[in-house]
């Protein structure tokens, strides 16, 4: 074994369980959305690591399933375990057990898809989803989705409501638009799918938005209109959640 690497082993192999969980984490926060493969060589550049240091963590990852190979292209991607996380630290969130019984009772009230979404950073991702609707053809969102910041009704909403420093940046003709959600305390769009529309509320803690409730059907059932009934039961939903999660008077009861 040449010189170098039976020193980087040694240093590695004594390195505290502290510090080889912060590698591996560091290992597992290259994959992105943007970027969701990686080869060996590339995770060893990105990290500044040997080489063999690098493969002891990718196969020790591979083996708790949190990482998985393809041999064809000899690339990582993230593991089945990885999903199987998210989904409970999406289930932890508290917004998702409080949002329950209000989401129920709007698709009793009105027979449509809700579903509860949060703010990744990018996008608003799905974590919560009624649809057991009394409608012959019903809409299926599935958990975990991520839905376009810029098109989505609920991707609108929550770049309404950020404050600046904390959303992306977005082009001017959208301004105006976004204007008008804060002041309709409403997100109206049918802009990602052809005949599905979407209206989307804010729910907030404090005077900071947490999460989104929406309701989602098809451009008929659902009217593109802010007075409608489904517009005013979505906000009230909206309205019981964020008090619920101890909203102040000022952002639950004026904005939506």
Avoid at 22 to 47: G, N, Q, Y
Avoid at 167 to 189: A, C, D, M, T
Wanted: aromatic share 4%; glycine share 8%.
């Amino acid at each position: 074994m040449p010189g170098g690497v039976a020193r980087s082993r040694k240093r590695d192999e004594g390195a505290s369980p502290i510090r080889s969980v912060e590698r591996a984490a560091l290992i597992l926060e290259l994959f992105t959305p943007t970027r969701p493969s990686w080869s060996l060589s590339d995770i060893t550049s990105a990290l500044s690591a040997s080489r063999a240091t690098i493969h002891r963590y990718v196969v020790a990852l591979r083996r708790a399933d949190l990482l998985r190979y393809n041999a064809a292209a000899g690339v990582y991607t993230l593991g089945p375990q990885i999903l199987r996380l998210g989904a409970a630290a999406l289930a932890g969130l508290p917004v998702v057990r409080v949002a329950g019984p209000a989401m129920q009772g709007l698709v009793r009230e009105i027979d449509e898809t809700v579903v509860l979404s949060v703010w990744d950073g990018d996008n608003a991702v799905t974590v919560r989803v009624e649809d057991l609707t009394d409608r012959l053809v019903q809409i299926r969102i599935r958990t975990g989705a991520r839905l376009p910041a810029e098109t989505s009704a609920q991707g609108r909403c929550f770049l309404a409501f950020l404050p600046p420093g904390e959303r992306p940046e977005v082009p001017r003709s959208l301004e105006s638009r976004l204007e008008e959600i804060r002041s309709l305390g409403v997100s109206i769009g049918s802009e990602v799918t052809a005949g599905i529309r979407a209206v989307a509320a804010p729910v907030f803690r404090g005077d900071e938005i947490v999460a989104s409730v929406a309701v989602v059907g098809t451009a008929v059932s659902i009217p593109d209109d802010p007075d409608s009934h489904v517009v005013t039961m979505l906000r009230a939903a909206a309205k019981q959640i964020s008090e619920e999660l101890g909203a102040t008077n000022g952002s639950a009861n004026e904005e939506i």
